[in-house]
């Protein structure tokens, strides 16, 4: 049974850093990306970044561009959203992804497989 499991989120102040980790497990190896999603309170949910399982392809949204880079981690099956710079606005439910699809795949309706997330707050 496919499972997500993202760690890594807390606290921090403005301008501060935290490292997100996703650790996957029963994914088939028909899983084309995985990506990072948030929702923040009375929000929609939107799109952060993803990065192809071959690594071969990245993508964030404006929002983070230049300050969030995501990775596949050393472990195997694990994808690292390293966020520096933070911000007020980034404090959200930060939700780990995985998708087959390899269309539109900064759609959430593209993910098949989601994470049950953790929380970020960055205090100004």
């Known amino acids: 049974q496919a499972q997500l499991v993202e760690s890594g989120g807390g606290l921090v102040q403005a301008g501060g850093s935290l490292r997100l980790s996703c650790a996957a497990s029963?994914?088939?190896?028909?899983?084309?990306?995985m990506g990072w999603f948030r929702q923040a309170p009375g929000k929609e949910p939107e799109f952060v970044a993803y990065i192809t399982w071959s690594g071969g392809s990245i993508d964030y949204s404006d929002s983070v561009k230049g300050r969030f880079t995501i990775s596949r981690g050393n472990a195997k099956n694990t994808v690292l959203l390293q966020m520096n710079s933070l911000k007020p606005e980034d404090t959200a439910v930060y939700y780990c992804?995985?998708?087959?699809?390899?269309?539109?795949?900064?759609?959430?309706?593209?993910?098949?497989?989601w994470g049950q997330g953790t929380q970020v707050t960055v205090s100004s």
């Open positions: 029963g994914l088939t190896s028909n899983v084309y990306a």
């Open positions: 992804a995985a998708t087959t699809n390899a269309m539109r795949i900064t759609s959430r309706s593209a993910y098949d497989y």
